[in-house]
């Protein structure tokens, strides 16, 4: 049975059982232990119960360790958020989610989850800074919270090893984020020898559906340097997916993933007489994906991917696909991928190795599909080396445009290029085609589309090529009734 699905049939059993008995717990201090606190609350409410926060508390502060729900319990924050803070040096996440093989369902509503930092140096790789979901049976249902400044630990000195996954959120079960925030987060870098972790702000292992919700800012960790004295030796790679990272099933509705970044790449041999390339900057500023992920009126706009590292013989390449990094299952839906860039575009142009694919690079056996979908103004860095594909980089796969407007894109920070790579499109416009090869019906190449501000605002202009240029025919499209800007996606009996 899908995993999600599952979910939610727990999910109405829990509804089932609140109605019946069930108590409500109310805390009365900010302290981190003692009568009337939310740990003194976990520990006495059984499952079915409901824990809520007097009005006067607005910060619960933690300096003892984590909070631990093992059973299936309602979390109600007040109006203004209620925050979880970890309020001292002690490095701990803020709350682990573990039904201990028992499946439970915890519903959180208007809660702030802050400042949640695992161990550094720890033996193994502490994953989850803010919220840890490691029980692969149970469900969490977020709603209007926000999951910010949390920091997964850096690596041990010890080769092998690697930073934190999961700066904001690491999960393994079934989640489900509506209307929330993950901003600020960090991943923990690598240090010698080690790599840095990955999904700052989300590292997933399981299922999760987001709605309405925002990921901005965070940042992986940089990779680990090595330095190997009269020896060759490679820097590290910074960490990937600077806002997600998913292994599993991935879907996004109506939500904003903007000015994420990946960690730079590690040096190497430096001050020594090695011969060391630096370490690649980290892949997929806004989502890597090995998985299976879906996109449905989204932004994927301003994300960076890491500079590679220093090195005696060479500078590492940047971290490549700023907005979208794929290597297995991916579609957009009525989505904006725009402004993102390889690397650090203010740098010399004699430095280093630029990534490919500024807005998304994919190279994978199964499809990337883009359905009433823009992807302009992304750019690869200007370098020593000229990235591929500003838009689009297609190494391998199966990859269909439908209905789609690609233009606008850069390599070299200045030399136009939309695609690289190969792509069936029907019904869409492609600026430039010089790199690409194109295959399918009724698409409008080499030809500008008319955007209101190039760079800025991708609606069209009445005299735009694009409108009423779409498929007529939306049989399986799967287009949502309304366009991003929440108008009648089809006028006129037209797509544009």
């Given at each position: 049975?899908?995993?999600?699905?599952?979910?939610?049939?727990?999910?109405?059993?829990?509804?089932?059982?609140?109605?019946?008995?069930?108590?409500?717990?109310?805390?009365?201090?900010?302290?981190?232990?003692?009568?009337?606190?939310?740990?003194?609350?976990?520990?006495?409410?059984?499952?079915?119960?409901?824990?809520?926060?007097?009005?006067?508390?607005?910060?619960?502060?933690l300096t003892s360790g984590q909070l631990l729900i093992d059973k299936s319990l309602f979390l109600q924050g007040n109006p203004a958020n209620t925050r979880l803070f970890r309020d001292t040096t002690a490095e701990f996440r803020i709350l682990e989610i573990n039904g201990n093989g028992i499946p439970v369902v915890v519903r959180i509503h208007n809660l702030e989850i802050a400042n949640g930092q695992t161990l550094n140096?720890?033996?193994?790789?502490?994953?989850?800074?803010?919220?840890?979901?490691?029980?692969?049976?149970?469900?969490?249902?977020?709603?209007?919270?926000?999951?910010?400044?949390?920091?997964?630990?850096?690596?041990?000195?010890?080769p092998g090893g690697s930073g934190g996954d999961g700066g904001g959120i690491y999960n393994?079960?079934?989640?489900?984020?509506?209307?929330?925030?993950?901003?600020?987060?960090k991943c923990g870098e690598g240090q010698r020898f080690c790599l840095s972790g990955k999904g700052a702000g989300l590292f997933n292992k399981g299922s999760v559906r987001i709605t309405?919700?925002?990921?901005?800012?965070?940042?992986?960790?940089?990779?680990?340097?090595?330095?190997?004295?009269?020896?060759?030796?490679?820097?590290?790679?910074?960490?990937?997916?600077?806002?997600?990272?998913?292994?599993?099933?991935?879907?996004?509705?109506?939500?904003?993933?903007?000015?994420?970044?990946?960690?730079?790449?590690?040096?190497?041999?430096?001050?020594?007489?090695?011969?060391?390339?630096?370490?690649?900057?980290?892949?997929?500023?806004?989502?890597?994906?090995?998985?299976?992920?879906?996109?449905?009126?989204?932004?994927?706009?301003?994300?960076?991917?890491?500079?590679?590292?220093?090195?005696?013989v060479s500078?590492?390449?940047?971290?490549?696909?700023?907005?979208?990094?794929?290597?297995?299952?991916?579609?957009?839906?009525?989505?904006?991928i725009t402004n993102n860039s390889t690397g650090n575009i203010s740098l010399s142009a004699s430095e280093g190795y630029s990534g490919n694919g500024g807005g998304i690079y994919t190279n994978s056996l199964f499809d990337l599909r883009l359905v009433n979908s823009t992807i302009s103004a992304n750019i690869t860095s200007k370098r020593k080396n000229i990235g591929s594909g500003g838009g689009m980089y297609v190494k391998t796969g199966n990859v269909a445009l439908v209905n789609s407007i690609v233009s606008g894109n850069f390599v070299n920070g200045t030399t136009p290029e939309d695609i690289a790579g190969t792509v069936v499109a029907d019904y869409s416009l492609i600026h430039n085609t010089q790199d690409a090869v194109i295959s399918g019906t009724a698409n409008i190449t080499g030809i500008d589309p008319q955007f209101m501000l190039d760079?800025?605002?991708?609606?069209?202009?009445?005299?735009?090529?694009?409108?009423?240029?779409g498929n007529p025919d939306t049989t399986g499209l799967f287009l949502p009734l309304l366009d991003i800007d929440k108008k009648n996606r089809i006028l006129d009996a037209r797509v544009d």
């Open positions: 049975m899908n995993r999600f699905i599952l979910s939610v049939i727990l999910f109405s059993l829990f509804a089932t059982m609140q109605s019946h008995g069930q108590l409500i717990h109310i805390v009365t201090s900010s302290m981190d232990n003692g009568p009337g606190t939310l740990r003194s609350a976990l520990s006495i409410a059984v499952s079915g119960d409901t824990i809520k926060f007097d009005n006067s508390i607005s910060q619960v502060n140096e720890s033996e193994e790789p502490q994953h989850g800074g803010g919220l840890l979901i490691s029980g692969s049976s149970d469900s969490v249902w977020m709603n209007s919270c926000f999951i910010s400044g949390n920091q997964t630990g850096k690596s041990r000195f010890s393994t079960g079934v989640l489900t984020l509506n209307n929330c925030a993950v901003e600020g987060n309405q919700s925002k990921f901005l800012s965070n940042i992986t960790g940089k990779g680990g340097d090595d330095w190997t004295p009269d020896g060759t030796s490679s820097g590290y790679a910074g960490g990937d997916g600077g806002a997600i990272y998913n292994q599993q099933d991935l879907q996004i509705t109506e939500s904003e993933i903007i000015g994420n970044i990946t960690g730079v790449g590690g040096n190497a041999s430096v001050g020594y007489h090695g011969q060391g390339s630096g370490g690649r900057g980290g892949n997929g500023a806004a989502i890597y994906n090995t998985g299976s992920c879906s996109l449905v009126s989204c932004k994927i706009q301003f994300n960076i991917t890491g500079e590679g590292g220093y090195g005696t500078k590492g390449v940047s971290g490549s696909g700023a907005g979208i990094y794929n290597l297995s299952t991916f579609t957009a839906n009525n989505s904006l760079g800025y605002n991708f609606r069209l202009r009445a005299v735009s090529p694009a409108i009423n240029a």
